[in-house]
């Protein structure tokens, strides 16, 4: 594997999807990342597409984490697609090598030792007992007077007998019979987190896990991501949410947002503003590493938008400490 330019990587480690992935990892919740088979659209990764989406975007974005040196992965399983229409619901037939038909019969093949004779079981079945049609001697010692010595089939289509049927394959969607020659053949990958990449990674990474930990230890349920249904019944990602049945009515959500250049956009806390109109949780909170750009901050405060400008992880955990400490009292001076 080509090692990826250190650049790649860093602007993988300050991508917002990247954290969250990297987070799931981090705060064990993933040791290893496997994939669950679905008949209709192949193997999943369905932790990961809750926060990519579609499985075919979270397949190359795992493998672009891989080709980066973040991620490492082991092969699982091999798939077989359908050429025709792509579907993984395919079976395996068994054919007739001369007529191709699966319509075969597997037997197995039977070896008289004393006198040699072989065939197939049922030419020595005697009401429960093996009996040699040659000879006419009980078969009752295995591995001492009988063994067995192999499968034979035989073709119910074309009567012809063979030992080594040919492999075939049927799509259960369209229906089509095609070959290994045509069949779409793919590798499937379990993946889990290059421990070594990550002391590379530096300021601002991967913020969403020691974030969760700390608010869990202040005793918040702490879910990341959070999906939150609005007012409007769409339904809305926060990086985290956090609840405490005594202090929160309804949420606290968090976002992260972090850049390579000097400054975050303003466009971070407009999308956040959107989200947090709809979902009206009790505090909104957007953590931003180095700062926020200037009219961010001025739309920031026009929104409610609680700001945390943060030189590093250590840094945001202070200030959202703060806050959290804020939370406490206001509940607390409330009647
Ligand atoms: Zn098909
Ligand atoms: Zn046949
Ligand atoms: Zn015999």
Redesign the pocket.
């Known amino acids: 594997m080509m090692k990826a330019p250190k650049a790649e990587r860093t602007e993988a480690f300050r991508d917002h999807r990247s954290q969250l992935v990297l987070s799931k990892f981090l705060s064990g919740e993933l040791e290893k990342l496997d994939p669950v088979f679905d008949p209709t659209h192949g193997y999943r990764y369905p932790e990961i597409e809750a926060i990519i989406g579609d499985p075919k975007a979270t397949e190359e974005f795992l493998a672009h984490l891989y080709e980066l040196g973040i991620l490492t992965r082991q092969s699982f399983d091999k798939l077989i697609y359908?050429p025709?229409?792509?579907?993984a619901n395919v079976s395996v037939h068994y054919s007739c090598p001369y007529c191709k038909s699966f319509n075969i019969k597997k037997s197995a093949l039977i070896e008289h030792i004393p006198c040699g004779y072989i065939d197939t079981e049922d030419h020595f079945k005697k009401d429960d007992k093996l009996v040699c049609p040659r000879c006419k001697a009980e078969l009752n010692k295995p591995d001492v007077n009988y063994r067995r010595a192999g499968v034979w089939c035989s073709c119910n289509d074309c009567n012809k007998s063979f030992d080594i049927p040919v492999p075939s394959h049927f799509?259960r969607?369209?229906?089509?019979n095609f070959t290994f020659d045509d069949a779409i053949y793919r590798d499937v990958y379990s993946y889990a987190l290059n421990r070594d990449i990550l002391k590379e990674a530096g300021v601002g990474f991967i913020l969403v896990a020691p974030i969760k930990e700390f608010l869990q230890s202040r005793g918040f349920t702490v879910e990341s991501p959070s999906f939150l249904k609005g007012k409007s019944g769409a339904s809305h990602m926060f990086d985290i949410a956090a609840t405490r049945g005594d202090i929160t009515r309804n949420v606290i959500v968090i976002d992260l947002a972090t850049t390579a250049e000097e400054v975050v956009s303003e466009q971070s806390i407009i999308a956040m503003f959107a989200k947090v109109y709809d979902v009206a949780p009790d505090k909104a909170c957007l953590i931003v590493i180095p700062k926020m750009a200037e009219s961010g901050q001025k739309l920031a405060e026009l929104y409610n938008i609680q700001l945390i400008e943060a030189k590093d992880q250590h840094d945001a955990i202070k200030a959202l400490e703060r806050l959290v400490i804020a939370v406490v009292q206001s509940k607390i001076q409330q009647p």
């Open positions: 359908c025709s229409c792509n579907s799509c969607v369209c229906s089509k």
